[in-house]
């Protein structure tokens, strides 16, 4: 980036404020820089047994994205951004303060044109992006490893408004990518958490289709050598579908299978989640059911979540949720929070 462009970019930035979904920093000779952010604070207490209410840091994110016009018809973009997360009570050596961690979750570049997008660096897989679910954090379901974004990923993206699909290939042949983001494994690394083989690979494809009001894709994930020991491997899938041909409310469902291979037995999870919304002015109201039936297991478990959401302004808002679970000797949870965006 141009000296000059950063020299903009920063008095910009402290200026703007937080009134628009994002700032635009430079626009000038083919060069366009956006930043955006967004923090966002809990008091939850987890669905389960035994659990206690705590505030929690869940979200704290800053970017920033940049396109270069190198024709007509291609662009080249580039984007970092940062995650702040607390450390889950991690102190530090010399004193009694808790520590606060700084990562970068995303930082890859690439071009984009009327063919689509391809990038390629360190970015989140599809699969993050998938489930209908309309809670905040109470819903039990989820789908595929438990992985959210990696260095070694190529990924490309089209989308013309009605058909739109994805595809991404993650390569750990080096071993486990000890930047890698496994979901809740705080204070551990990746490698320790997974225990992955060094031929790591995972493959992932997304088609959808918009006709009308209705929205419906598919997602599947790949995963070979997920285990050193066993060359364990995972497939997934799961088909979704929203609705909103009704004034004021949102529809949605899915079904979906998570297959694990573990070099000894075949064990298949089957998921499956209905969610509906509505809102009236400022405030949205939201329910959910989850369902998950695992080979083997003597009862399914299903999981009930409602919440309520106040838009204090576009960019900020407050919420409240509460959610349960039939598993064995699941207490009731609850969060509440708040989130502010830019």
Do not use: C
């Amino acid at each position: 980036m141009k000296k000059t462009i950063l020299a903009m970019a920063v008095p910009a930035l402290l200026a703007a404020g937080s009134a628009s979904a994002s700032i635009n920093l430079y626009d000038a000779e083919g060069v366009k820089v956006d930043a955006s952010g967004a923090a966002e604070v809990q008091y939850i207490q987890d669905i389960g047994n035994n659990q206690d209410g705590k505030w929690r840091i869940d979200d704290g994110d800053f970017a920033i994205n940049t396109e270069i016009a190198v024709s007509d018809k291609l662009t080249a973009i580039a984007a970092m951004g940062f995650e702040f997360e607390m450390a889950g009570g991690a102190k530090a050596a010399a004193s009694d303060e808790y520590r606060s961690n700084v990562e970068n979750d995303e930082l890859y570049v690439g071009f984009k044109g009327d063919w689509g997008q391809f990038t390629a660096g360190r970015q989140y897989l599809l699969m993050d992006d998938s489930g209908i679910t309309k809670d905040y954090e109470l819903s039990v379901n989820s789908f595929g490893v438990d992985i959210e974004q990696a260095t070694q990923v190529g990924k490309y993206v089209y989308d013309n408004g009605t058909v739109y699909g994805a595809a991404t290939y993650t390569d750990f042949s080096d071993g486990f990518d000890d930047n890698s983001n496994p979901k809740d494994a705080k204070n551990k690394t990746p490698d320790s958490y997974y225990g992955a083989g060094d031929d790591l690979r995972i493959y992932e494809a997304r088609l959808g289709y918009r006709v009308a009001d209705v929205d419906a894709r598919v997602y599947y994930q790949k995963a070979d050598n997920v285990d050193r020991t066993n060359d364990k491997e995972t497939d997934a899938y799961n088909f979704e579908i929203e609705y909103a041909g009704i004034e004021n409310v949102g529809l949605a469902a899915s079904v979906g299978r998570v297959s694990k291979d573990d070099g000894t037995k075949d064990v298949d999870t089957d998921y499956m989640s209905i969610s509906a919304d509505y809102t009236m002015g400022k405030t949205t109201f939201g329910i959910g059911y989850d369902n998950q039936d695992t080979d083997g297991d003597t009862s399914d478990i299903n999981g009930y979540y409602a919440n309520v959401t106040y838009a204090l302004h576009s960019n900020a808002k407050v919420y409240a949720e509460v959610g349960d679970s039939d598993g064995d000797e699941q207490d009731w949870g609850y969060v509440a929070g708040m989130e502010v965006k830019f």
